[in-house]
């Protein structure tokens, strides 16, 4: 019987998949791991450790019942993902034993190597081990934010395991949006997967797509383009296109800032890629709260991008935030114009509801209501089907999320400075 499980999900396949492939290239044999979407079967192989990714408002849905379960068999648990790093103490509370904090490839190569020669125990020894959070003795040991610049070091998935997904091709972005986990658990700066790496792995999807915060960035430091780099990118992949996969970029899993569409980068979707649709992040349809977010990006730039998608054939795919900090009437009524003249334009509106995310300089921030004018506007939109996304649910989520933070906030790990609060 395996005494590893991996508790996938649908929302961590990715990291997972990424994760397996930076075990078993550091000598891993993945053949010892139970590697799962079921949780009753990880229930009935009762291995030592379970390894857990997920998102803070994950907590609020099975995870509870799971860690209990597997507690009262005396499992080891380990979390890693967005919450467990931004939340590490709070991690621990929910009853996991060890929180991963950081770019997990190396530490977690290193912690089940280690806890396999400690039959599964923790003991002293973790210490050595940056990138962890847990209790000794009933001390909080924290040892550090574990960090890859060099991710592409590990390919981003296993040899022995038929298991694929998007691939992570740029890891950190500079732009630093204040609601956004991104860059302060991904770092700053970018950093990019090589393009024979890129092209070897891409062999395995049919369809091909891809991971970065913004896939026009391609290449560059992040906030300038790089076209060359990026050309030669979507170049290479011709050849896999030619066998008759189909080249996603800019669209799901990923989007691209406004300011990088451009006649030259929607050219080269149009030569080499298959997609037709391409998404970009407005926000808001005020300057001042795009401002006051640090998107550093106004909204004559998103009527811009969204003006060329047009004229270039492309369907503008643009979501927003609503219920933003401090977000006034008038700025939601600047949004509505925003919504209205984009779908006019044959776009489609993707509408979220802020959400303080920990780990983000907005964690301790209060989300606005929204006006009946809004409530109105996105009701009828959403009934006739213009408008996707799923605000109406996340009203709830984000109520949840505020008093999570009043009742247990906590410095988060940062990849690089310490998060200030901008609320
Ligand atoms: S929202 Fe996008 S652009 Fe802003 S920090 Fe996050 S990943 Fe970067």
């Known amino acids: 019987m395996p005494e590893i499980a991996v508790r996938m999900t649908k929302r961590n396949h990715n990291a ?8 078993e290239s550091q000598g891993f044999d993945l053949g010892e791991l139970l590697i799962t979407k079921d949780f009753n079967e990880i229930l009935k192989a009762r291995p030592k450790v379970v ?23 005396g499992t080891l648990l380990i979390a890693g993902g967005y919450h467990a790093i931004a939340m590490p103490k709070h991690t621990l509370k929910l009853g996991f034993d060890i929180a991963v904090i950081g770019e997990g490839e190396e530490v977690l190569f290193q912690l089940l190597t280690k806890l396999k020669k400690t039959g599964y125990k923790i003991t002293p020894e973790l210490a050595d081990i940056k990138g962890l959070a847990f209790y000794l003795n009933g001390e909080f040991v924290f040892t550090g934010f574990a960090k890859v610049e060099d991710f592409w070091r590990f390919p981003p998935y296993p ?11 740029t890891r950190g972005c500079p732009f630093g949006c204040y609601y956004c986990q991104t860059p302060y658990i991904k770092g700053f700066r970018m950093r990019h997967r090589p393009i024979d790496q890129i092209v070897k792995y891409s062999r395995r999807m049919k369809d091909m797509r891809y991971i970065t915060p913004n896939a026009f960035a391609y290449g560059s430091p992040g906030a300038v383009l790089k076209l060359d780099k990026l050309e030669a990118l979507l170049k290479a992949l011709q050849p896999l296109r ?5 080249l996603f970029y800019g669209t799901f899993p990923s989007e691209v800032r406004p300011e990088f569409v451009l006649p030259e980068t929607l050219e080269l979707l149009i030569d080499y890629a298959d997609n037709r ?16 977010m640090h998107r550093l990006h106004k909204v004559e730039h998103v ?12 369907e503008p795919v643009v979501d927003f935030i609503v219920g933003l900090p401090n977000e006034t009437e008038e700025s939601q009524r600047m949004s509505i114009e925003l919504m209205k003249w984009i779908m006019r334009k044959g776009g489609t509106v993707r509408a979220h509801y802020f959400m303080p995310l920990p780990g983000t300089p907005w964690a301790r921030c209060k989300s606005s209501p929204l006006s009946e004018e809004m409530k109105r506007f996105l009701g009828r939109m959403a009934a006739e089907g213009r408008i996707e996304g799923s605000w109406s649910n996340q009203v709830e989520l984000s109520r949840k999320l505020q008093r999570l933070m009043d009742e247990f906030y906590e410095e988060p790990m940062s990849h690089t400075v310490p998060v200030r609060n901008a609320c």
């Open 159 to 169: 040899e022995s395991l038929r298991l694929i997904s998007p691939i992570e091709i």
């Open 303 to 314: 009527k811009r991008a969204v003006e060329y998608m047009v004229e270039y054939g492309f």
């Open 51 to 73: 390894l857990y990714s997920f998102f803070t408002e994950e907590i609020w849905g099975p995870l509870p019942m799971e860690v209990k379960l597997l507690k009262e068999k």
């Open 16 to 23: 997972f998949v990424h994760l397996l492939g930076a075990l």
């Open 277 to 292: 649709r391409l998404a970009i992040g407005a926000q808001s349809g005020d300057d001042a709260m795009l401002k006051a």
């Open 242 to 246: 030619k066998e008759g996969r189909r």
